[in-house]
């Protein structure tokens, strides 16, 4: 305990009811995850790459770009080589957002990134550097992402990549349930960063297992279509026909292997065959609502095996 006011106050006092003085409040260590590295499998590699280059034939490559990722292998990959990038083109980017790990400190502190904006560290390097870093700044998820203040964070957004268990002919996202139906878990930032950037990316293997991520409709619409841009797998780049003005560019960068997305549903269709349908019952056990409040899709029971 320190004399009042405290340094650096994350917490402010109206929100704190009782302060209760323990020997240990937790072990670091417990922060690191295992996803938090950049992927070496080559076909992962491959989808990174390809967002990359998607990335950098777009006009928001560029000085001053704010970006985020995921911490998943694939989205720390892309990191990677959109770092090279931004060496060979001599680009200083503004902000780094969102879940901050040690790749995105190293970027800061190379001067790749003047500042981050961390609503949660992934790893102690990111837990180290927020400590000492003043540039390294902390926000609330309030602040982040809430559709409702006078201005969150991911609406400053120019590019974020995003993953996904399954992806639509529309577009349209899911992360909330796995391909048999079976909650997987919540949508976190994932609807917030796809609306509030500039350019939102969605990286996923056309298969997993025999499983085809590429497919007619999503079980359950997490992101809707409508704020997805691109959809970018190891067999090519889909981008939205919204977005006509980001395939005019990939098509004048001339290394973006553009597909289409019923390229892509129908290549998962040719090497997976017909996929079982989903019984449910009529009960709803979950409501995806976005990121407004509006209700955009129900998960239902399933019915018992």
């Known amino acids: 305990l320190v004399n009042y006011p405290a340094p650096c106050i994350q917490i402010p006092q109206f929100f704190v009811d009782f302060v209760v003085p323990v020997d240990k409040i937790g072990d670091p260590a417990g922060i690191v995850s295992g996803t938090t590295r950049v992927t070496r499998d080559p076909m992962r590699l491959l989808i990174a790459r390809n967002a990359a280059k998607l990335i950098e034939a777009t006009p928001y490559f560029k000085d ?3 970006f985020q990722t995921g911490a998943g292998g694939i989205s720390l990959a892309v990191a990677a080589y959109v770092r090279e990038a931004m060496r060979e083109r001599g680009i200083k980017g503004s902000f780094g957002l969102g879940g901050i790990t040690e790749f995105f400190v190293d970027m800061m502190k190379e001067g790749l990134f003047e500042r981050l904006l961390d609503v949660q560290s992934f790893d102690l390097a990111a837990v180290k550097s927020i400590a000492e870093n003043p540039n ?3 926000i609330s998820a309030d602040w982040y992402a809430n559709p409702w203040n ?5 609406n400053m957004l120019d590019t974020v990549v995003l993953g996904a268990t399954e992806v639509d002919r529309d577009f349209n996202v899911n992360v909330n349930t796995e391909a048999d139906g079976a909650m997987l878990h919540g949508i976190g930032g994932h609807q917030d960063t796809a609306a ?3 350019l939102t990316i969605i990286t996923t293997p056309l298969l997993r297992g025999r499983i085809p991520c590429a497919v007619d ?3 359950t619409v997490s992101t809707p279509g409508e704020v997805v841009d ?3 797998t190891e067999f090519g780049v889909a981008v939205n ?6 395939i005019d560019a990939a098509r004048e960068a001339g290394d973006v292997p553009l ?3 019923d390229e892509l549903v129908e290549k998962a269709q040719e090497l997976t065959g017909p996929m079982t349908p989903v019984e449910t019952e009529d009960r709803i056990i979950g409501v995806v609502e976005y990121r407004d409040g509006t209700v955009i899709d129900v998960v239902k029971q399933l019915k018992k095996k």
């Open 64 to 66: 001053g770009i704010s």
């Open 136 to 138: 390294h700044v902390e």
């Open 150 to 154: 006078a201005g969150c964070a991911v």
């Open 196 to 198: 509030g950037a500039q």
């Open 217 to 219: 409709s999503v079980y």
């Open 230 to 232: 691109a959809v970018v």
């Open 241 to 246: 026909p919204r977005r006509q003005d980001l």
């Open 259 to 261: 597909v289409t997305m």
